[in-house]
């Protein structure tokens, strides 16, 4: 399944785990985020309206 | 129709929602095609060997990483300019996107560089142009949470984003003007003589297409949450004021 990385078979993985981590932590982060945000706003303008 | 509208929230909010899924879902299919194709169905270079594949996520991330701190000094400009509060928010929700960029391009470079150039780190014109990029991006959003107003935040954040856009530039050109350094020019270059192997230039070019619909995608959704949070403060002070 893997190609061939022969002796750098580390350095690659390595590099793309990390990356990869990076840009999913930065994904979660800011979906976290959002929908916390969207949730909080409505909650506060439900409360305004009554 | 003036692109100055889009600086109004609920214009802002009404486009970007529509706008969102669709970046999204190409930023994703990019990403998936371009990593995979990079990986899995390029062959090792003779002379790197299999470290070539990290070009297909140094690159992109180096790129972004320049190219996000030139989007928040345009954004950063049209705030000082104009006073428009969703660019000046736009760029507070790109520095946690172009941080992590930087993050990735000098973590990725420096796992190249061990096997490569014998170290993880030398003090090389670029690679020390890029820490100091990245220094500027934590600055820049410590600087945003450390003051409460938020008007004389996206001032002083702003004037800040302008320094740091030395560094941005210098990380870009550093290679070109400073010839003692470890880091090789340029990989990509428009005269086709100049740049690397179409096995290589292909999938790495759908990879950086990737990148920049990804950041596109986050900061759109960043912004929003951004602009729902200034909406929160400003509700929540008018309850107090009641």
């Known amino acids: 399944m893997l190609p061939e990385l022969g002796k750098y078979a580390a350095t690659v993985l390595g590099a793309y785990a990390l990356a990869i981590l990076l840009i999913v932590g930065l994904v979660v982060l800011s979906l976290r985020q959002a929908t916390r945000m969207r949730d909080r706003l409505r909650d506060v303008e439900e409360r305004v309206k009554e | 129709m003036s692109i100055w509208e889009y600086a109004n929230p609920k214009k802002f909010m009404q486009t970007s929602g529509l706008l969102l899924p669709w970046v999204t879902g190409l930023a994703a299919i990019a990403l998936v095609v371009g990593l995979i194709w990079g990986f899995f169905f390029t062959p090792a270079d003779y002379r790197q060997g299999a470290t070539v594949k990290i070009i297909f996520l140094h690159v992109p991330a180096a790129l972004m990483a320049i190219n996000g701190w030139l989007m928040m000094l345009v954004a950063s400009l049209i705030w000082l300019i104009r006073r428009h509060h969703v660019s000046a928010l736009s760029a507070k929700a790109a520095a946690p ?68 856009s030395v560094f941005a530039i210098l990380s870009r050109y550093a290679v070109l003007f400073w010839n003692q350094g470890l880091h090789q020019g340029a990989s990509l ?54």
């Open chain 2, 97 to 164: 996107i172009g941080m992590t960029m930087t993050l990735i391009a000098l973590v990725t470079g420096a796992i190249w560089g061990q096997p490569m150039w014998g170290t993880w780190w030398a003090w090389d014109p670029r690679l020390t142009s890029f820490m100091i990029l990245f220094l500027f991006y934590l600055g820049y959003i410590a600087l945003w949470h450390a003051i409460e107003d938020p008007d004389t935040a996206a001032d002083l954040t702003s004037v800040l984003c302008m320094v740091g």
């Open chain 2, 189 to 242: 270059s428009m005269d086709k003589t100049q740049h690397i192997s179409n096995v290589f230039w292909f999938p790495l070019i759908v990879c950086m297409g990737g990148f920049v619909l990804l950041f596109v995608a986050l900061l759109l959704l960043r912004t929003r949450t951004e602009i729902r949070a200034r909406r929160l403060q400003a509700l929540l002070l008018r309850e107090r004021m009641a």
